[in-house]
């Protein structure tokens, strides 16, 4: 069975500073994808940012990037030059290859303070 | 992009009443989707997978009776909420995918939040 962990329930950062969201994962299973949706107080959810498995190189997308080590089994989400729009929840997931279902963390609630 | 529609975005209704939410694929063909369940200040929990055609695959303990699902067509799914009470509220979202394959994320509708009185 697939395990996806945000260990961070709150995080509060001041506005223009870099933050860095936890996410560990535990699955037996050798190819895999990771993902980060962004969730604000409205409700829907954003997608972020994809890392898989095999990919040598860590993800970005523009101020978002992901640290990702594998041996670790860490996929932290690091957004840089925060701006009060990011305070959002932030959900880490990761769905094994062959499967449909995209398994979820408990969520991180990130506060960007002016 | 991919974009995923939901309908209605609110619901306020008494108890007793069955309450369908829609979930559309606008711009892609999904032989899959998924309805996830969120309280407040909670993760998402998956509730049941929908399959175009066929019937869909309930997570353990969501009642298949209580929580109707019906995937018609490859750009529609319906979640029905039969005689809803007042601990069915919650908020509902459901997603899509273009392809299942591993790099491609679900793509969500904007949610549904449901209050029974």
């Known amino acids: 069975a697939q395990k996806i962990t945000q260990t961070q329930p709150g995080m509060f950062v001041q506005e223009k500073e870099a933050v860095t969201l936890d996410c560990t994962y535990d699955?037996?299973?050798?190819?895999?994808?990771l993902f980060w949706y962004k969730q604000p107080s409205s409700g829907e959810m954003i997608f972020l940012i994809y890392?898989?498995?095999?990919?040598?190189q860590n993800a970005t997308e523009g101020r978002y990037s992901l640290n990702f080590q594998k041996a670790r089994k860490s996929a932290n989400l690091v957004i840089s030059a925060s701006q009060l729009g990011d305070s959002a929840m932030y959900f880490c997931?990761?769905?094994?290859?062959?499967?449909?279902?995209?398994?979820f963390g408990q969520g991180t609630r990130l506060t960007i303070n002016p | 992009g991919a974009v995923v529609s939901q309908h209605p975005s609110w619901v306020i209704c008494k108890s007793g009443t069955s309450v369908k939410i829609e979930c559309r694929s606008l711009d892609f063909q999904a032989t899959t989707m998924f309805w996830y369940r969120q309280f407040p200040k909670q993760s998402l929990m998956l509730m049941a997978t929908?399959?175009?055609?066929?019937?869909?695959?309930?997570e353990q303990g969501v009642e298949k009776d209580k929580f109707l699902i019906n995937h018609a067509s490859l750009t529609l799914s319906t979640l029905t909420v039969t005689s809803a009470h007042p601990e069915d509220s919650s908020f509902y979202i459901c997603s899509a995918s273009p392809a299942l394959t591993d790099h491609q994320p679900q793509h969500f509708g904007d949610g549904t939040r449901l209050s029974i009185l």
């Open positions: 997931a990761m769905r094994v290859k062959g499967a449909q279902k995209l398994v």
């Open positions: 699955t037996s299973d050798q190819s895999y994808g």
């Open positions: 929908s399959n175009e055609g066929s019937k869909a695959t309930y």
């Open positions: 890392q898989g498995s095999y990919d040598e």
